[in-house]
Every structure is written in structure tokens, then in C-alpha cells.
């Protein structure tokens, strides 16, 4: 019994890790963050930002890609290997594919999306122009809100997602929130004023 337990949670494991290779691997490489403050400094809205956000959403979405690599897998293993391996593979990868195509069909956003991305290049713009909260607006996306720097205004009320920067508090842990998470933002949003 304790055999087929372990594993059964072996494959499910080896399928939650290569579903999430690009959300937990591809952004947190050194070059990718070098225009960017450390976590969980506020982020100055710029074209890199939203240009991290866009990246943050295909990693996101090509997990449903990767999944491909543990369904593949799980029948082989089923069919001719470890069956309790690859239901596990089958099980956690399915559940991948499941949760994100539902998510779409009931309306849900990823936590990074387009519509995010089109907020923030709307305050980058009102922050360059007449319409701007103050004589020298500085944007910058704290974990709650979007703000002001300089006056303090609340530009956008929008808790912030993982964005793939380093952390502090060890590779570990880490690595445990993000997989606890999925990259949402676990703050929520500033009450409006």
C-alpha cells in the first residue's frame, strides 16, 4: 500500500513541476530581471513592466503546452509501465488542463492579462500628460495598489501578481509560496478613497 502511495505521489509531482517549468524557471533568470528592483520593492510602471506582465501571461499559458509532456508520459507508464506513477501524472496534469480551460469558459482572468496590461499603459499615459496627478508623477506598483510616488495618489487599485523577480526570503521558500499561490496576488487591493 505504501508503495503504490508514493508512487502515485511521485508522478503527480513530477507532473505539477513540468506543467510549471515556465512560470517557476524561465522568469527568474538573472537577465530577465536586471531592470527591475528586488522583491518586493515597488516597480516604476514602465514598458518593461507591461512587457513582463504580457510574458508573465504566456508562461501562464503555455503550461497547458507542458502538460502534454506528463499526459504523454502517464499513458505510457500506464499502459506499459507504473500504473500508480502514471495515474498521478494523468491526475495532476488533467487537473491543469481542466482548471484552466473552466477558468476561461466561466469568465476568469489569469492573474496577469491583457486587460491588466492595458490599465497599466493607461496610467503610464495619464502619468506623461496634462491629465497627470501631480507636476512630477512617478507611478510605481506597490503589492496593493498603484501609486504615486511623489504625491501618493492611488492611481490603480490592483494588488500585484507574482512578477518573476528573485526573492528574498531563499529559493525554498520561494518556491513554496509560488506553488502555494499559483503567482496570484495573495494582498487585496487597497479600499478606494
Not at 28 to 34: F, G
Not at 72 to 95: E, N, R, Y
Request: with cysteine; aromatic share 12%; hydrophobic share 45%.
Amino acid at each position: 500500500m505504501w508503495a503504490i502511495t508514493f508512487e502515485f505521489l511521485s508522478g503527480a509531482i513530477m507532473a505539477y513541476m513540468i506543467t510549471r517549468i515556465p512560470f517557476l524557471t524561465f522568469p527568474r533568470v538573472k537577465s530577465w530581471n536586471e531592470q527591475f528592483p528586488p522583491h518586493p520593492e515597488p516597480i516604476f510602471v514602465d514598458a518593461h513592466l507591461i512587457q513582463r506582465l504580457m510574458h508573465m501571461r504566456l508562461f501562464y499559458w503555455l503550461a497547458l503546452v507542458f502538460a502534454i509532456i506528463p499526459l504523454t508520459f502517464g499513458w505510457f507508464s500506464l499502459a506499459h509501465g507504473s500504473a500508480p506513477i502514471g495515474f498521478g501524472m494523468w491526475v495532476v496534469s488533467g487537473w491543469l488542463v481542466l482548471s484552466r480551460i473552466t477558468a476561461v469558459i466561466a469568465g476568469e482572468q489569469a492573474p496577469w492579462n491583457k486587460q491588466l496590461a492595458m490599465r497599466l499603459q493607461i496610467v503610464r499615459n495619464e502619468s506623461e500628460s496634462e491629465k497627470s496627478c501631480c507636476n512630477l508623477p512617478y507611478p510605481i506598483w506597490e503589492v496593493s495598489a498603484v501609486r504615486c510616488r511623489t504625491c501618493g495618489k492611488n492611481l490603480l487599485n490592483e494588488s500585484r501578481p507574482d512578477l518573476g523577480r528573485p526573492r528574498g526570503d531563499g529559493w525554498i521558500m520561494g518556491f513554496i509560496r509560488l506553488i502555494l499561490t499559483d503567482g496570484k496576488a495573495i494582498v487585496a487591493p487597497d479600499e478606494e478613497e
